[in-house]
């Protein structure tokens, strides 16, 4: 980026593809607990691979050349009945090993996050009563650069020299890195103890702050960390 000229103007921003959005929701999960980025990173996965695997179990058939079916597989899930077949076989593993080694995990992390921060709470939190929408309100996603245009001088400025001179007004990879800068920020102990909604606002104003003064110069400190 350094050998290419600072463009004279920024250029308008292009439309956010499908796949954009997806990513971006998807780094947005650091704002929430560490038992809800589990089930994200590891519980969907796990639970493809078992609906995969209940899908082909229930299509295998039994001695009497009847399909196992729900009722079939579930007996094969549970050990009620021994399985007779890979699939099935493979229905019966996650069953007995994977998903109460899962469940005792999971209670377990609960558990002791529970009795570790029973006495701990942040000063900002104090005298502070979160109502029903605000624990119920699904995460928000970090936000995209464009839409700083729309708002205060500031910001403005931010976008101006993140993408125009930082990045030389490719959009696209001041998106990446804003998404990574946001991301990572969420990930320290600082911001272990907030709300998925606090945390994504603080990291959000912190980088603005810090990447604004960076990029004045043309620096930007994940393409540094990249190089």
Known sequence: MIAIPVPGHLESPPRQSFTNRIRRAYRSRKALSGTSQWMLDYGLPFLVVLAVTWGFASRVRDRKGVREGFAGVYRAFTLMDP???????????????????????????????????????????????????????????????????????????????????????????????????????????????????????????QNRMTASLAAVFGLCAVCEAQQ
Request: hydrophobic share 45%; charged share 25%; aromatic share 10%.
């Open 83 to 205: 399985p007779h077949h890979f699939w099935l076989w493979s229905a019966s593993i996650l069953g007995w090993l994977i998903v109460p080694a899962i469940i005792g995990g999971v209670a377990g992390h609960v558990i002791t996050a529970r009795i570790e921060s029973a006495k701990q709470m942040s000063s900002s939190f104090l005298y502070r009563r979160r109502t029903l929408g605000e624990r119920l309100r699904p995460p928000a996603r970090i936000a995209p650069l464009s839409r700083y245009l729309s708002k205060s001088m500031p910001d403005q400025h931010f976008v101006d020299v993140f993408v125009r001179i930082a990045h030389r007004n490719y959009w696209r990879l001041a998106q990446d890195h804003w998404e990574i800068m946001v991301s990572d920020t969420m990930s320290t102990v600082d911001f272990a103890e907030l709300d998925r909604h606090e945390s994504l606002r603080r990291a959000e104003d």
